[in-house]
Nanobody, 113 residues
Framework: VQLVESGGGLVQPGGSLRLACAVSGFTLSDVFMTWYRQAPGRESERVAQISTTSRTMYTDSVKGRFTISRDNGRNTLYLQMNSLKTEDTAMYYC????????RGQGTQVIVSS
């Protein structure tokens, strides 16, 4: 099982980024998936999740701004992030709880003017 995140970068407040998580070793549509983030000095935080039936949930701080989705044909999970704030700065990771030991390298998001 492999998870490879990409799409992070430096963006100004109010800007947008789309993160991608390419998965291999399992079929994305069959697995509950999450995005979480880790900021320096702070606990990791699950920001979004998507079930096998495409039900989505978000932490309160990103509701209305972030959208989790997946492309089953590409076996890729996405996180569209709009109206970014400085407090969104963090390393972002995708995760499949079914495979707890599978960790990607993460992708860095920096929101700064």
């Amino acid at each position: 099982v492999q998870l490879v995140e990409s799409g992070g970068g430096l963006v100004q407040p109010g800007g947008s980024l789309r993160l991608a998580c390419a998965v291999s070793g399992f079929t994305l549509s069959d697995v509950f998936m999450t995005w979480y983030r880790q900021a320096p000095g702070r606990e990791s935080e699950r920001v979004a999740q998507i079930s096998t039936t495409s039900r989505t949930m978000y932490t309160d701080s990103v509701k209305g701004r972030f959208t989790i989705s997946r492309d089953n044909g590409r076996n890729t999970l996405y996180l569209q992030m709009n109206s970014l704030k400085t407090e969104d700065t963090a390393m972002y990771y995708c995760h499949a709880p079914r495979y707890p030991n599978a960790r990607g390298q993460g992708t860095q998001v920096i929101v700064s003017s």
